[in-house]
C-alpha cells in the first residue's frame, strides 16, 4: 500500500513558472531544498549505478534507490520557481533555467517519467528492465546538466 500512495504522489507536471514573487527567505529556503535534493538524488543515483552495472544486482537496493529518485522528481516541479538562480546566491542552476522555461520543463518532465519507469520496473523485482530503465534516465540527468546547470567545484 506504501509503495501505490507514493507512486500516486508523484506529480507528472513539471513547471518552474510561478506568480507570486517570493520572499527573499522563501527563495532561499527553496535553494536550500533544492541542493539537498539533488545530492540525495546523486547518492540514490550511484547506489543504482552500482547495482545496475553488477551481474546480480540487489534489487531490495535498487527500489529503495529507485523509489527515493522518483519520489524527489516529482519534489522537483517545486524547485526552480523565478527568483531562485545565481542572482540570489551560490547555485549551480543556470539563468537560462529561466530564460528557456519550455525546453527547461520538457526536460524535467522527460527525468519524472523517466524515473517513475524505473521505480515501476524496480518494484517488480526486474533486473533486465530496471538496467533498461536506469540507462533512459542517465539520459535524462545528462540532458538536463549539459545545458541547465554549472559546475559548483565544492
Ligand atoms: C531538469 C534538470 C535536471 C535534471 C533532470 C537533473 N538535474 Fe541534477 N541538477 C540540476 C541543476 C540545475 C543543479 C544545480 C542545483 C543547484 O545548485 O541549485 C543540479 C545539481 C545536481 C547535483 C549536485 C548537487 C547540487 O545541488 O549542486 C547532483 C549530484 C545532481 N544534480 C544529480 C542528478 C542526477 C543523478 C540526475 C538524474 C537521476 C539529475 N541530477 C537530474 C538540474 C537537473
Not at 14 to 21: E, F, I, R, T
Not at 79 to 101: M, S
Request: with cysteine; aromatic share 6%; glycine share 8%.
Amino acid at each position: 500500500m506504501k509503495f501505490v500512495v507514493a507512486v500516486s504522489s508523484i506529480a507528472l507536471i513539471a513547471s518552474v513558472a510561478v506568480a507570486k514573487p517570493l520572499s527573499q527567505d522563501a527563495a532561499l529556503k527553496i535553494m536550500h531544498e533544492r541542493h539537498e535534493g539533488m545530492e540525495t538524488i546523486g547518492k540514490a543515483n550511484r547506489d543504482l549505478r552500482r547495482e545496475l552495472t553488477s551481474d546480480t544486482p540487489n534489487m531490495a537496493t535498487v527500489k529503495t534507490a529507485a523509489s527515493q529518485v522518483a519520489n524527489l522528481a516529482g519534489k522537483s516541479s517545486h524547485w526552480f520557481p523565478a527568483g531562485t538562480g545565481p542572482e540570489l546566491g551560490k547555485t549551480g542552476a543556470k539563468p537560462e533555467i529561466w530564460q528557456q522555461p519550455a525546453d527547461f520543463n520538457a526536460k524535467l518532465k522527460d527525468f519524472q517519467g523517466a524515473a517513475k519507469a524505473l521505480q515501476v520496473a524496480a518494484a517488480k523485482g526486474d533486473a533486465g528492465a530496471s538496467k533498461a530503465a536506469y540507462a533512459s534516465l542517465g539520459k535524462t540527468c545528462n540532458a538536463c546538466h549539459e545545458t541547465y546547470r554549472m559546475d559548483m567545484h565544492h
